[in-house]
């Protein structure tokens, strides 16, 4: 009998690689655990950019219009349990150890720490017999191994520079590799700007997709509010919340393919809270924001958010791992923001300290006048509250460890 850190520990250490694309394995698992229904519905979301925040909208969506939904976020922020989400909630360690259980009583071949996951989170999705099913596809789309159950919709959020060595040094070639979860018959909706590579697979299977800025786009006012106008130029006045515009339509387009109610429920969707996304918290009269922005892309848009909020960090702190475009995000913060930028070591596997981040951007021809360096984030947090005023903001971005090290603040 393992407890859930016994178990975590355990499916780490039964595969030789971290990562391991293909759906060989996967497939045969989910044919002999019975797991390619884990639910009557499917949708699957991918893309470089806000997967998890369009999963928890639609999450939200689905579950306010009266369906029982599963949902899985990858990577976690804090704990495992966070990865797989029944009816609303993150699973218990007994459920979770329940799937372990199950699935390493019938294996017979090695799987990765994700495939395990993954394998756990439909396990106990079909034991919760869930109406809808909402699997956030982790790495890519063609081979992650989400792609081995045919989702009934599929929803791809952006297309960005990001895990090049695996995806492709191009727009175009990561498109493709995304759109890998793409299927004949079957509902699309696309986000804003997508490369040709993705709408040539789509056209190449006959399908219509729904695209951002034709069913659906997002109008924002200089009052703090905006409108998700359908076709028809029509639309409800929507406070700014947690979850962008963009976003927020992705998920109001892909829930209407399974419920026509999901439109009554655009308010209430825009206020959900998603850990590590916009993120705010109030700590010693200042606001601070967490958000995992960690390409290019990610942290131009989340400017945007901020600006469309009427926010103005007054302090950068950046956390970011190795194998990042470390020099192409500190030029997307530059043309955003000119405030103090502390660097602090990230943790784990890939873990980069800020000398080296410092390095990696000086290298490229962009050299960080006067840096702040920090080994942990307590001590950058407590630089950047004494360079700062009560009522100031601060930015704490970069990596999914950047806000893993700061979940002490909402203690």
Request: glycine share 8%.
């Amino acid at each position: 009998m393992r407890d859930l850190p016994a178990w975590l520990d355990y499916i780490s250490r039964q595969h030789t690689q971290t990562i391991d694309l293909g759906l060989e394995r996967f497939q045969a698992m989910l044919t002999q655990l019975d797991l390619n229904h884990p639910a009557p519905k499917i949708i699957t979301v991918a893309g470089t950019n806000g997967k998890g925040t369009t999963t928890l909208a639609l999450e939200h969506l689905l579950q306010a219009s009266g369906l029982s939904v599963g949902a899985t976020l990858s990577p976690h922020i804090s704990r495992f349990n966070e990865r797989i989400r029944l009816f609303g909630r993150e699973a218990d360690d007994q459920t979770i150890c329940g799937a372990f259980q199950a699935i390493e009583d019938q294996r017979q071949l090695p799987l990765t720490y994700f495939e395990f996951a993954a394998l756990a989170a439909l396990w106990c999705m079909r034991e919760a017999k869930v109406d809808v099913a909402l699997l956030e596809i982790g790495l890519g789309g063609r081979l992650d191994a989400f792609n081995a159950v045919d989702a009934h919709v599929a929803v791809i959020t952006s297309i960005g520079l990001d895990h090049q060595a695996f995806l492709g040094e191009t727009r175009e070639a990561i498109g493709a590799e995304k759109a890998g979860i793409l299927r004949r018959q079957q509902d699309v909706v696309l986000g804003a700007d997508m490369p040709a590579s993705v709408l040539d697979r789509a056209q190449a299977l006959g399908l219509s997709p729904r695209r951002y800025g034709r069913q659906f786009r997002a109008l924002t006012d200089e009052s703090g509010s905006w409108r998700l106008m359908d076709e028809a130029g029509e639309g409800e006045p929507t406070s700014l919340g947690s979850i962008p515009p963009h976003n927020l339509a992705l998920a109001v387009q892909a829930a209407l393919f399974l419920t026509p109610q999901a439109r009554e429920h655009v308010a209430s969707a825009a206020g959900v809270r998603v850990p590590g996304r916009l993120q705010e918290i109030e700590y010693r009269d200042r606001r601070i924001i967490l958000d995992v922005a960690h390409n290019p892309d990610s942290v131009a848009f989340l400017f945007e958010q901020l600006t469309l909020r009427g926010l103005r960090p007054d302090v950068l702190i950046c956390s970011m791992l190795a194998e990042k475009d470390h020099a192409g995000v500190y030029r997307a913060v530059r043309l955003a923001s000119g405030a103090p930028l502390l660097l602090v070591d990230s943790q784990g596997p890939r873990a980069c300290t800020g000398q080296q981040q410092l390095a990696l951007i000086s290298e490229q021809g962009l050299p960080i006048p006067e840096p702040s360096l920090f080994v942990q984030m307590p001590e950058a947090v407590a630089a950047a509250v004494g360079r700062t005023d009560p009522g100031s903001t601060i930015l704490i971005f970069g990596s999914f460890s950047a806000v893993e090290q700061s979940a002490w603040l909402a203690s």
